[in-house]
């Protein structure tokens, strides 16, 4: 805190000084300025409400699938930050995402965000705007940052892959660009289009997620869209009666559900490996069907959010859980 203050004074002197100010987005500097063509925008985003007469110059994406919807609309030119990946970017973005400086391995501090001068921040997970960390929501805006966060972390309705297509809609009406929405869009739904024709007909297997955890599991709900990345990819989520995204269950309630099939999540420095061994040499997991026949699947973390790599892990955990339908 006694480090925020200095800074955080030097910064209001300068835009008191500079007349043009520092820190408010463009549609709030200048009332007088003409809006840009197709705009203004406004929206509702998670209980905050945005208008925009131009689409923003300087944003900033915190989390893997935020960055990620950033680059696959092409908006890397409008970046000067990132921040807190989970896995490697994917091939196709990394050129893109080679080009927008790093502003830390996990979330900035307050200070760094302001040092690259934002006007816009687009956040993957609800941690991004953390009141502790000086970085809410209500803070940037006094700041004169416009904020969007994911929609699966304030969801108004069901959790799928029609708000995966919203997510995406919403960032492109806010840039200006929603003809690369729908391109995108249309690209997006060619797995999930093959993996319904694959499946017609498919018994759905009992399956559970594993995160993480050894006193309790942590394992994916019915909220969020991992359950619905289960569902199109012919199983069924053991815990969708879970009305979260994510939660706790004991192992021993595992075991009564009696899973076919586990998912493992894998990310950050606990080894895919480790995790199966624990899972095998847990006693309270020995007669679950997917511990005595060994029946794991294997899908990253950063493809089970709301983002642009959900229906490529349908299609993943599809070939994996039924892999005569591929043949």
């Known amino acids: 805190?006694?480090?925020?203050?200095?800074?955080?004074?030097?910064?209001?002197?300068?835009?008191?000084?500079?007349?043009?100010?520092?820190?408010?987005?463009?549609?709030?500097?200048?009332?007088?300025?003409?809006?840009?063509?197709?705009?203004?925008?406004?929206?509702?985003?998670?209980?905050?409400?945005?208008?925009?007469?131009?689409?923003?110059?300087?944003?900033?994406?915190?989390?893997?699938?935020?960055?990620?919807?950033?680059?696959?609309?092409?908006?890397?030119?409008?970046?000067?930050?990132?921040?807190?990946?989970?896995?490697?970017?994917?091939?196709?973005?990394?050129?893109?995402?080679?080009?927008?400086?790093?502003?830390?391995?996990?979330?900035?501090?307050?200070?760094?965000?302001?040092?690259?001068?934002?006007?816009?921040?687009?956040?993957?997970?609800?941690?991004?705007?953390?009141?502790?960390?000086?970085?809410?929501?209500?803070?940037?805006?006094?700041?004169?940052?416009?904020?969007?966060?994911?929609?699966?972390?304030?969801?108004?309705?069901?959790?799928?892959?029609?708000?995966?297509?919203?997510?995406?809609?919403?960032?492109?009406r806010i840039f200006g660009v929603q003809d690369r929405a729908e391109t995108l869009v249309t690209r997006l739904h060619e797995p999930l289009t093959r993996v319904k024709d694959k499946l017609t007909g498919v018994e759905p297997v009992k399956l559970f997620v594993y995160d993480s955890g050894d006193k309790t599991a942590f394992t994916a709900g019915g909220k969020g869209i991992g359950n619905e990345i289960i569902t199109l990819a012919g199983a069924r989520n053991l815990f969708a009666d879970v009305d979260k995204t994510w939660a706790d269950v004991s192992f021993e309630q595992v075991a009564e559900r009696a899973p076919e099939w586990i998912v493992i999540y894998d990310y950050g420095d606990e080894k895919l490996e480790d995790k199966k061994r624990f899972l095998l040499s847990n006693p309270a997991l020995a007669d679950v069907p997917a511990i005595r026949n060994k029946r794991f699947a294997v899908l990253p973390l950063s493809s089970v959010v709301l983002g642009v790599r959900a229906p490529s892990a349908v299609e993943s955990l599809a070939r994996q859980i039924h892999p005569d339908r591929f043949e």
């Not at 300025?33 to 007469?53: K, Q, R």
């Open 1 to 172: 805190m006694t480090v925020r203050r200095p800074l955080s004074l030097l910064l209001a002197l300068s835009c008191a000084v500079l007349l043009a100010g520092c820190g408010a987005p463009a549609e709030t500097r200048s009332p007088a300025a003409a809006a840009s063509p197709g705009f203004s925008v406004t929206l509702d985003n998670c209980g905050v409400t945005t208008t925009y007469n131009r689409p923003p110059q300087r944003a900033v994406s915190l989390n893997q699938h935020a960055t990620e919807v950033m680059l696959a609309l092409g908006l890397e030119k409008s970046m000067v930050g990132t921040g807190y990946l989970d896995d490697k970017i994917l091939p196709e973005y990394q050129a893109a995402y080679d080009g927008v400086k790093v502003l830390s391995k996990q979330y900035p501090s307050y200070e760094a965000l302001l040092a690259v001068e934002p006007d816009f921040v687009y956040a993957g997970f609800s941690s991004t705007f953390d009141e502790k960390e000086g970085r809410s929501r209500e803070a940037l805006g006094k700041a004169g940052i416009n904020t969007y966060l994911n929609l699966e972390q304030c969801p108004s309705g069901p959790v799928n892959m029609d708000l995966m297509d919203q997510e995406i809609r919403n960032v492109a």
